[in-house]
């Protein structure tokens, strides 16, 4: 069984429509209560399937997926659909504990994860802060970045080698984007979370080589992305 559930309007909605896919209501209604709070408008399904249909039809500005979801799709194939259909971004639910989880869905284009239990308060502010992320670049007006044969273009979000569109997901791209705007300076992987992430995100290191490996994997050697080993890493 699934559903569907809009939650009372809030007066002050206007920042987007939220996908919430959790199948513990408990958690389900204490987010939506604090993401409408926030002035977001908030759907709500039970199941990776129902969440599908929603994200379809009601393009959302964010989804939050729980990845241990019963039914014939779990989470994990969800964040995939998504994915494949464009960059909205995803913030995902795990159990405390679920590391390979965890990993599997930032392979698969999450922008950020949180573990159970947690805080809704942290969920909304980690809401907002990939939002600004999203929202800043979507916005800027610079000239696409070139390198080679890699164009990197921020106002319309795109990447493209050799005029070829190659699609990633928004972390990626801000993490790309970040790279490509300072060529030359090596970061640390703490460093490169302050910047991406978020400063004060609260993560394991080894979230940024996920993301430097999904890059070299789609990018391959257009990519002139270097480790420097014990540091973090360098890009041109």
Request: hydrophobic letters at 35%; proline letters at 5%.
């Amino acid at each position: 069984m699934s559903s569907e559930h809009p939650g009372p309007r809030n007066p002050g909605e206007g920042h987007g429509t939220i996908v919430i896919v959790e199948d513990d209501h408990n958690i389900a209604d204490l987010v939506d209560l604090y993401l409408r709070n926030a002035g977001y408008r908030v759907l709500q399904a039970n199941d990776a399937q129902r969440g599908l249909e929603i994200f379809e039809r009601e393009q959302p500005v964010l989804v939050v997926m729980d990845i241990g979801l019963p039914g014939p799709i779990d989470g994990l194939e969800a964040c995939r659909s998504i994915r494949s259909a464009g960059d909205t971004p995803v913030i995902i639910i795990t159990a405390r504990g679920d590391e390979v989880d965890r990993i599997i869905g930032l392979e698969l284009g999450a922008d950020d994860y949180i573990t159970k239990p947690f805080s809704p308060r942290e969920l909304v502010a980690r809401v907002r802060a990939v939002l600004r992320r999203t929202d800043a670049i979507r916005d800027a007006g610079d000239e696409p970045k070139i390198i080679g044969s890699l164009s990197v273009d921020s106002q319309r979000r795109e990447v493209r080698i050799n005029d070829e569109i190659v699609p990633l997901t928004a972390r990626e791209f801000d993490l790309l984007e970040h790279f490509v705007n300072h060529t030359g300076i090596v970061y640390s992987r703490r460093q490169l979370l302050d910047s991406v992430w978020g400063d004060g995100w609260i993560g394991d290191e080894r979230t940024v080589d996920v993301h430097v490996r999904q890059l070299r994997r789609k990018l391959g050697d257009e990519l002139p992305l270097t480790t420097i080993w014990g540091v973090g890493y360098r890009c041109g």
